[in-house]
């Protein structure tokens, strides 16, 4: 059988795969549960390495891939847990662990964007950061700090803060809230009474929360006032991301937007734009970190 190659996007919310062929062709595509450098210290360690282990035997169904190159959230190069993931795909791949690349899910997505030296790449999945690699493979970056700290903009603070909105309002008029941003957050919740919501939120955690973007960028494209609000807000806070890493570097350099919550639309692209620096290319990136980590296994 011919070699094949295969790419990770693990993230927060969900882990996507693609596998390629000799030629580079798609042979096949699919996608799994969350799998991130931080449930590996917690005690969700466990369950993500199976998490990892059930995808890779999806993958092995299709084929066996000859070299991987996966892009992890929170990982920092060379740590103790990119070592933990590479064996842990090695063995399930049966590889030995020098075909298996574990790289900042970052790094990954910059090179989805940019070559090196480029530009600045902004990323906005579950969280948010924006980074920018030289040719000789240095790094800088700006946000990234994790939901629990900041990471605004990102899909999770952008659900989170559609929520605040029209609870708020809920608290205010002592009734659900109406519109289009509360009628589908109350859908995608179960119910618009406090109890559904609670049981909703804090049991399904952070991913669903992020899902909730999808829902914003809905109402926000059918008209309603507080999610576009909700949206350009979250525009100014990545562009903020972008203006550090420039400042920092010196630069005016080309800006990419890339992740799911690039997918929000001109409500949150067009306020980006409007807060970077006058003269800044601005372009949203439609190459997805799947198809970037692939090509770098085939090499």
Known sequence: MADTF??????????RWLLLGESGEELARGSGGPISAIQLRTDEREATLGRLAALLAEVVSVASPVRVVAGVTGLEPGSSDAQTLAATAARALALREPAVRVLPDIQVAYLSAFAPGAGVLVY????????????????????????????AGGGFWIGREALKRVLRRADEQGAPAGGALATGLYAAL?????????RAVYEGGRARVAALTRVVALAAARGDEDARAV????????????????GRLGLVLPVALAGGVARCGAPLTSAMAAELPSGTRFNVSTRE???????????
């Not at 295969?6 to 882990?15: K, W, Y």
């Not at 179960?190 to 609670?198: H, L, Y």
Request: charged share 15%; aromatic share 4%.
């Open 190 to 198: 179960g119910g618009s009474d406090w109890d559904a919501i609670r």
């Open 124 to 151: 906005a999945g579950t969280g948010s950061i924006a980074f920018h690699l030289t040719a000789g493979g240095v790094g800088t970056r700006a946000g990234g700090h994790g939901y629990l700290i900041d990471d």
């Open 6 to 15: 295969l790419g990770l996007d693990a993230g927060g919310s969900s882990t």
């Open 231 to 246: 949206l350009a807000a979250a525009g100014a806070e990545l562009a903020r991301l972008a203006r550090v890493v420039s």
């Open 289 to 299: 970190p799947v198809e970037a980590a692939a090509a770098l296994a085939k090499g």
